[in-house]
Nanobody, 118 residues
Framework: QVQLVESGGGLVQAGGSLRLSCAAI????????MGWHRQAPGKQRELVAT???????TYSDSVKGRFTISRDNARNRSYLQMNSLKPEDTAVYYC????????????WGQGTQVTVST
């Protein structure tokens, strides 16, 4: 069993920055990749960033160059540094984890709201 707990969301003006944190609790040895999904009202869910145990990262085109995902394996945490935020980045952000041998992210946190004002 794996539990993911996010923190760090909030309200920020356009052009500002936020850092989201995700703490992984439980059977973390079963996780080989972590990431961040976001869900905005009326929009499709989007996987914005991922990072494997080996440190390989991927980003959606909408955040590439502005967001950075990282991991602290010693502390069982992942982070999403979000810079140059835009109003369209407003969404609930979910930390997600992928189990070894799986192709989809099946572990989800409770979500944290990010609101970017104009």
């Amino acid at each position: 069993q794996v539990q993911l707990v996010e923190s760090g969301g909030g309200l920020v003006q356009a052009g500002g920055s936020l850092r989201l944190s995700c703490a992984a609790i439980g059977n973390i040895g079963s996780i080989d990749a972590m990431g961040w999904h976001r869900q905005a009202p009326g929009k499709q869910r989007e996987l914005v960033a991922t990072i494997t145990n080996g440190g390989t990262t991927t980003y959606s085109d909408s955040v590439k160059g502005r967001f950075t995902i990282s991991r602290d394996n010693a502390r069982n945490r992942s982070y999403l540094q979000m810079n140059s935020l835009k109003p369209e980045d407003t969404a609930v952000y979910y930390c997600v984890g992928r189990s070894l041998g799986q192709s989809v992210y099946t572990h989800w946190g409770q979500g944290t709201q990010v609101t970017v004002s104009t």
